[in-house]
């Protein structure tokens, strides 16, 4: 299956700042994931991430707040922006698995964030 | 996505058999199923998929019934290890997963 690497894998900030997530894979993948996990909750889809194109964005989730770059098709960024204690989850992407017949999805690790 | 419904939690005795249950009465034809489990907040780990026929690898086992509304996820001989969240999702393979509550399974010394 294909390797994610996730960084940071956890990070404690100030409110009112900002921080960016990478997520590098080690083979070409079409789409990229992101979700957040709040504490105790399931996983929630905040958007898509096409190379080449700006990210899709689920209801509840906008570009001003999480940022997402896609410069290629190994490497993506979530910027989590203007930090209140309320962004404090565990951020996690995720990518189709081709490698796999009928893919099924590779997560990374997380990064789990706590803002203070 | 097809919405699953599992049960909140299940306990299992060590070295016994785990069956998780899952309905999926809405799946469509070309949607498989996918079981992904979480242990402590790390990231989803794959377990199985299928799409109509039962099946098997390293980790588990997926039983599909005929009708594709409902299966069961089978970890032949549990251990401690095996406690974690496990979740049963519809999906066409090309579309993001969507994640319900799952299952919380305690394996039991």
């Known amino acids: 299956s294909a390797v994610i690497s996730q960084k940071p894998s956890r990070d404690i900030c100030q409110r009112g700042t900002s921080l960016t997530i990478q997520c590098q894979v080690d083979s070409q993948v079409t789409m990229m994931f992101w979700y957040r996990q709040q504490p105790g909750q399931s996983l929630t889809l905040i958007a898509t991430a096409n190379q080449g194109s700006e990210a899709t964005y689920e209801s509840g989730f906008v570009i001003d707040k999480f940022p997402i770059s896609r410069p290629n098709l190994t490497f993506s960024t979530l910027t989590v922006s203007n930090m209140s204690p309320e962004d404090s989850s565990i951020y996690l992407c995720s990518v189709e698995d081709l490698r796999r017949q009928g893919a099924g999805y590779t997560f990374g690790s997380g990064t789990r964030l706590t803002v203070v | 996505d097809a919405k699953t419904t599992q049960p909140p939690s299940m306990d299992c005795a060590e070295g016994r058999a785990a069956n998780l249950p899952c309905n999926h009465s809405t799946i469509s034809g070309n949607e498989y199923v996918y079981w992904y489990r979480q242990i402590h907040s790390q990231g989803p780990q794959y377990i199985i998929h299928g799409l109509k026929n039962n099946e098997t690898n390293e980790m588990a086992s997926l039983i599909i019934t005929e009708d594709r509304k409902s299966s069961t996820l089978i970890l032949p001989h549990a251990t401690l290890r095996d406690t974690a969240v496990y979740y049963c999702?519809?999906?066409?393979?090309?579309?993001?997963?969507?994640f319900g509550k799952g299952t919380r399974l305690s394996v039991i010394a």
């Open positions: 999702i519809g999906g066409s393979g090309n579309t993001p997963l969507v």
